[in-house]
C-alpha cells in the first residue's frame, strides 16, 4: 500500500508514530472521451471568457467569490502560511465516545493507521485499548490543506480513522421538500411492511453484494476486444515539426545560397581591382 500521510496519534502523554493508507478505492469505470472522427482523446483547455484566450496556470490565481461577481484574491504564500500554521502531524485524541452515537451521515473516507518506525508496541497498546473499551476516539487531522475531524477506532486487527463531517458540513434535514407529515398509516398495511423487513432480514455479508452494471461494462468491453472490436486513435500530423524543419532547411539553402552570392560579388570585385591596377 502507498503511504499517504505520516504522522502521530496522541492520547493523554502517550504518543504513537504511524502511517496512513486508504482504506477504499475507487472502482468506478473511466471513460476516456474521444472524437467520433479520429477516436482522439479529447483535451480540455482552460480559456477566459472575457479575454476570449487561452490561459496558462502561472496566469491563474485563487479567489474566492464572497458575493456575486466579486472575489477575494488569496496568493500561493498566503496559502501557503495559512497551511502551515495548521500542518501539525498529530493527530490529537481529545474525546472517547460510544460508535452508535455517530450517526453514518458524517462518515466520509476511511484509512488505514499502521505503525510508524518502533510504534509496534503503543500501536498495540491504543488497539487493545479501543477493544476492551468498546469505545471510540475523535481527533482532528490536518489533510490535503483541510483540518478535518477523525474517529479513530479499531477494524478487524487494524486501527482505522475514518475523517467525519463537521456538524456545518451536514445539511439540514427540514429542509428536504415534500417530506409528508402526520400521515395516517393503517395498521394492517404497517403488520404488513413489518412483516416483509422480518422476512428480508438477515445477517451483513458484504461479500454477497456486487456491482452488477460494472461487472456488465467488464463484460461487454472484454467481449469487443475479443472480437477485435477496437479503435485506435490517428496520428496526430507533424505540422509544427514539418514546417519548423521545412524552414530550417530552406534557411540552410538560403545562407548557403547567399554566401555563395557574395563569395561570388568579392571574387568579381577582386577582379574588377586589378584590371583597373593594370590599366593604370
Known amino acids: 500500500m502507498h503511504t499517504m500521510w505520516k504522522g502521530s496519534i496522541s492520547f493523554g502523554l502517550v504518543n504513537i508514530p504511524v502511517k496512513l493508507f486508504s482504506a477504499t478505492e475507487d472502482k468506478d469505470m473511466k471513460f476516456r472521451q474521444l472524437h467520433k472522427k ?39 504564500e498566503e496559502l501557503a502560511a495559512l497551511k502551515e500554521e495548521n500542518e501539525d502531524k498529530t493527530v490529537e485524541i481529545v474525546d472517547f465516545v460510544n460508535l452508535p452515537e455517530i450517526d453514518p451521515i458524517y462518515f466520509n473516507r476511511s484509512y488505514y493507521i499502521g505503525p510508524g518506525e518502533n510504534g509496534q508496541k503503543v500501536y498495540a497498546l491504543l488497539r487493545e485499548a479501543l477493544k476492551q473499551s468498546g469505545k471510540i476516539g475523535i481527533g482532528k487531522i490536518s489533510m490535503r490543506s483541510k483540518q478535518q475531524l477523525a474517529v479513530i477506532r479499531t477494524y478487524e486487527d487494524v486501527i482505522l480513522m475514518e475523517t467525519i463531517h463537521y456538524p456545518d458540513e451536514v445539511r439540514n434535514a427540514r429542509d428536504v421538500p415534500g417530506v409528508p407529515q402526520n400521515t395516517n398509516i393503517e395498521k394492517k398495511e404497517l403488520d404488513a411492511a413489518m412483516l416483509l423487513i422480518d422476512q428480508l432480514t438477515t445477517t451483513f455479508q458484504p461479500e454477497k453484494y456486487q456491482d452488477e452494471y460494472r461487472l456488465r461494462i467488464q463484460e461487454k468491453i472484454e467481449q469487443k476486444v475479443q472480437q477485435n472490436e477496437t479503435k485506435t486513435a490517428e496520428p496526430s500530423p507533424k505540422k509544427n515539426v514539418v514546417d519548423l524543419m521545412s524552414a530550417l532547411e530552406a534557411s540552410i539553402e538560403r545562407s548557403k545560397s547567399l554566401n555563395k552570392k557574395g563569395e561570388e560579388k568579392s571574387g568579381a570585385a577582386g577582379k574588377k581591382t586589378k584590371t583597373t591596377r593594370k590599366k593604370a
Open 38 to 76: 479520429c477516436h482522439t482523446p479529447i483535451q480540455y483547455a482552460k480559456r477566459c471568457p472575457n479575454c476570449d484566450e487561452e490561459v496558462g496556470n502561472d496566469d491563474i490565481v485563487k479567489g474566492f467569490e464572497y458575493v456575486q461577481g466579486k472575489f477575494i484574491i488569496l496568493t500561493d
